[in-house]
């Protein structure tokens, strides 16, 4: 970085290089028998990410400031994901099934999927703090031009098991899918806050959205495509501090009110444009066919709350929020366990509270606690695919519960100053059950709450050095946080639950190292 008096300048490069090897839901009763089993592997998924980004901000006057950044990301992301097969239903064993005709084929097969993303682009504004009628007054205007483009691959495999479910390819990939996706995104926005007094403000603002995506098959033609969206985004609010307006001395030292309304706008991507057709589901993450364009999802969110502290050993904040959603976008399972397709929902609704206090005390213990809810309700009647081989659907009507959206959570945590720079403090989070993905119709047993218990400390070496250690769910509790309704294809197509099991009891350590 570099500054002078009106100036500052800031370079930063990010580089970050992940894989994870993990396993997809497992039915419950496998679960219940042992808690490492797994249902199919392997499941491998690479990350590989560059990211240089420029930002700046000039002071033009002590009143007018313009800035802005520029920047460009590279990722790569692969994935192997093994399958059982859908033709693998009768005498099936591990190793080998038999088709209608008696012959032997593979019992699954192992999808795979190259993802190569660059994306680069500029965003400015404009700030002015000059004041309005001698009332204080922030307008800030500027746009934004982003870019970017990706590649997909996508293979399959056949393959067997093993007696550990774990899936040995029998031949080589085989290329389903290549297609190169190019989405353009420019907007033009403005938002003002001008304050009436200084116990109250209003503020008001509108953004307004062009996007274009567009794909290109590069294997044949089925899969080109280009779509365009564009809409206008408003949003207006207003925040009061009812003790200064009425000149009170309470214990209360400081209470804000703020009431805000706005309309969000997100527009498909490639991946779920060509992936929209019942007839030709595809798998997750990147296979994709030829299908009808999706509508762009909107959301209309009214929101109220407030804010406040009795001293630096009590603060608190509360907030009560309604989002009606058009056009939502869900991914719905197809009758093949392992694929499904993107399909858009006349109406959603999410609405709840958040409640939440922190504090310092004796300048040792920091502390905080915070609830949140959320009901989550389909506001139309849908006819969703619930990904059994029968091909039944589910019929949801106003006010079913969506699933995987737990109504509940709960947090709280604390850390003291056990000695000088060092600190010990842990936390207990909270999540109350949900509905499994594929139950729209809330028809079947829900998920369980569960409730994990973690432990922290560190030590302050220096200003840029600091050790640390941690435990993540020290009681090593058995928990899932994800459900799906499937099929055993292992027990004669039985309609199970499928379950995602949590972390279990694990521990790290290590350094921090940063620079002022």
């Given amino acids: 970085g570099w500054e002078n008096e009106r100036t500052d300048l800031d370079l930063s490069f990010t580089f970050a290089d992940n894989s994870l090897q993990g396993v997809g839901p497992t039915p419950e009763n496998m679960l219940q028998q042992n808690w490492t089993s797994i249902y199919t592997a392997p499941d491998i998924t690479e990350h590989t990410m560059y990211f240089v980004n420029l930002k700046g901000a000039h002071f033009i006057t002590d009143k007018l400031q313009v800035s802005g950044n520029a920047y460009n990301r590279n990722n790569r992301s692969y994935s192997s994901n093994g399958n059982t097969n859908e033709n693998c239903h009768d005498d099936f064993t591990l190793t080998t099934c038999k088709d209608d005709g008696g012959l032997l084929i593979d019992s699954g097969s192992i999808g795979t999927s190259l993802t190569q993303e660059n994306g680069t682009g500029v965003n400015l504004q404009t700030t002015s703090d000059y004041k309005v009628m001698n009332h204080d007054n922030q307008?800030?205007?500027?746009?934004?031009?982003?870019?970017?483009?990706?590649?997909?691959?996508?293979?399959?495999?056949?393959?067997?098991?093993?007696e550990s479910h774990y899936e040995n390819a029998t031949e080589p990939v085989d290329t389903t899918v290549s297609i190169n996706g190019q989405n353009t995104y420019t907007?033009?926005?403005?938002t003002n806050t001008f304050s009436v007094f200084d116990w109250l403000h209003t503020n008001a603002s509108m953004n307004w959205m062009h996007a274009n995506v567009q794909t290109t098959d590069k294997i044949g033609t089925a899969l080109n495509g280009n779509n365009t969206y564009a809409r206008v985004n408003p949003s207006a609010g207003l925040t009061f501090n009812p003790l200064d307006a009425l000149s009170?001395?309470?214990?209360l030292k400081e209470l804000t009110t703020y009431f805000n309304y706005n309309e969000g706008f997100r527009v498909p991507t490639a991946l779920e444009l060509s992936c929209a057709d019942e007839a030709a589901p595809c798998s997750l993450p990147n296979s994709f066919?030829?299908?009808?364009p999706l509508q762009a999802v909107v959301s209309h969110t009214?929101?109220?709350?407030?804010?406040?502290?009795?001293?630096?050993?009590?603060?608190?904040?509360?907030?009560?929020?309604?989002?009606?959603?058009?056009?939502d976008i869900l991914f719905v399972s197809s009758t093949n366990p392992t694929t499904g397709y993107f399909q858009n929902v006349g109406g959603t609704q999410r609405q709840?509270?958040?409640?939440?206090?922190?504090?310092?005390?004796?300048e040792s213990l920091n502390w905080y606690v915070s609830y949140g809810f959320v009901d989550a309700t389909y506001q139309s009647t849908e006819e969703l695919s619930n990904g059994l081989q029968d091909g039944s659907t589910n019929l949801v009507t106003p006010g079913k519960r969506m699933p995987s959206i737990p109504q509940n959570t709960f947090k709280f945590g604390s850390e003291y100053e056990v000695f000088r720079n060092g600190f010990f403090g842990g936390d207990l989070?909270?999540?109350?059950?949900?509905y499994a993905r594929g139950d729209d119709q809330n028809q079947y047993a829900q998920i369980s709450g569960y409730a994990v218990v973690n432990l922290n400390a560190r030590y302050v070496v220096t200003k840029n050095i600091e050790l640390y250690a941690m435990g993540r769910n020290i009681f090593d509790n058995h928990y899932a946080s994800f459900g799906q309704i499937g099929q055993n294809a292992f027990q004669d197509d039985a309609l199970t639950t499928f379950k995602g099991p949590g972390a279990p009891a694990t521990g790290y350590a290590g350094v921090r190292v940063h620079w002022d």
């Fill in 289 to 292: 066919v030829s299908d009808p």
């Fill in 429 to 434: 989070q909270y999540v109350s059950s949900q």
């Fill in 187 to 190: 907007n033009v926005f403005a």
């Fill in 302 to 327: 009214l929101e109220v709350g407030a804010r406040g502290n009795f001293s630096e050993a009590l603060k608190w904040n509360f907030a009560l929020y309604q989002t009606q959603t058009t056009n």
């Fill in 352 to 362: 709840g509270g958040e409640f939440g206090m922190s504090g310092l005390v004796f």
């Fill in 139 to 162: 307008l800030t205007v500027g746009g934004g031009y982003n870019y970017g483009n990706t590649n997909f691959i996508v293979g399959e495999q056949n393959a067997v098991f093993n």
């Fill in 248 to 251: 009170l001395n309470t214990p």
